[in-house]
């Protein structure tokens, strides 16, 4: 240990040098794995993580395993339906209004915009 600490139990102490232990060994195992210079051409390189695996097995299957509920639902209604139809009325009603101001003649032709659109 490299200091001494005075707020950890003996028992603290023994499972942080037991978890550290562990993890140089992991790490050995791990350098010995990718650095093997007897493993055949293509077969080195890498090391198989079942854990990486699991998570990106899950990535690919999500869809096949997705069920739609009513969370499921009012999340994509909230997130992808609502804003989509709001900012259409926003857009539609100003056009409209600027167009119904230009056939009253309430705006010049001179200060409209895209005019030559």
């Known amino acids: 240990m490299a200091s001494k600490q005075f707020d950890a139990t003996p028992a603290e102490i023994r499972a942080a040098a037991e978890r550290a232990a562990t993890r140089d060994k992991l790490k050995w195992q791990f350098r010995q794995q990718m650095e093997n210079p007897n493993a055949l051409k293509g077969e080195g ?4 993580d079942p854990a990486s ?3 990106l097995s899950m990535r690919v299957t999500q869809f096949d395993h997705f069920r739609a509920t009513p969370k499921t639902s ?5 997130l992808f339906v609502l804003p989509i139809a709001f900012f259409t009325y926003l857009i ?13 003649g309430k705006i010049s ?3 409209r915009n895209f005019k030559f659109a």
């Open 109 to 111: 032709y001179k200060d």
């Open 45 to 48: 390189g890498y090391v198989f």
């Open 92 to 104: 539609y009603r100003e056009k409209t209004t600027f167009e119904k101001k230009c056939r009253e």
């Open 74 to 78: 009012a999340l994509g209604l909230g």
């Open 53 to 55: 695996q699991r998570f």
